[in-house]
């Protein structure tokens, strides 16, 4: 999707490695968000950033950890990767919160082994 | 959790017939908004309807919104086999955050 992209787009890994997730925009906003999606859950939030350094807790946040040191870079760690952790992972950008409609990136789907 | 349910989770019409997609959501809301997501790629946001607003129409979407039964309706008129995807209702919450319903599924036979 145009001014935001993710990386990788899919990964493999294995239980108990960690693993970085990529969210880079060129929008300039403000706010950035990561989600996971799973089959009969929807969109689950585990962190967002409401600006540089500035970075809070979601839904489902445990096991994650993130980090937001450039405005156009928001990044999505775990820790020590789990099955359960096994999901389509977006990342969204806002320049005003839930005022607006969010802009999506097109997903990373990780796959814990 | 999720603050919308959408109703119902699946549906499958003829093409050029009309979708109607419902949502419902618990806490009161500065704006409810619907999103659109084709298989194996993001959401695309579609409209954006607040508070205050009680109907809102952009192309073959008309979204109304009734704060008094918390619940909001997507229609979808002269449906096309393109608008075959999942479709999302979202309302804003604490801090500038979205939540997410879990989604419909439509198909449209062509």
């Keep these: 999707d145009a001014g935001i992209t993710q990386s990788p787009r899919h990964k493999v890994t294995e239980t108990g490695t960690p693993v970085t997730l990529r969210c880079h925009q060129t929008e300039n906003h403000r706010y950035m968000y990561w989600y996971r999606q799973d089959p009969g859950h929807g969109l689950r939030l585990i962190h967002y950033s409401y600006g540089v350094k500035d970075t809070d807790k979601g839904e489902v946040s445990d096991g994650y950890s993130v980090s937001r040191s450039k405005t156009e870079d928001f990044l999505l760690t775990l820790e020590s990767a789990t099955s359960s952790q096994t999901s389509v992972y977006f990342c969204a950008i806002s320049e005003n919160g839930g005022l607006e409609g969010y802009t999506f990136g097109s997903g990373t789907r990780l796959t814990v082994v | ?110």
Aim: with cysteine.
């Design chain 2, 1 to 110: 959790s999720q603050q919308g349910e959408e109703d119902p989770q699946a549906l499958s019409i003829q093409e050029g017939e009309n979708a109607t997609m419902n949502c419902s959501y618990k806490t009161s809301i500065n704006n409810l908004q619907w999103y659109r997501q084709n298989s194996g790629r993001g959401l695309v946001h579609l409209i954006l309807i607040r508070s205050n607003e009680r109907e809102k129409h952009s192309g073959r979407l008309r979204v109304t919104l009734d704060t008094s039964k918390k619940s909001s309706s997507l229609l979808i008129t002269a449906s096309r086999a393109a608008d075959t995807a999942s479709y999302f209702c979202a309302t804003d919450g604490a801090n500038s955050k979205l939540t997410f319903g879990k989604g419909i599924t439509l198909s449209v036979r062509p």
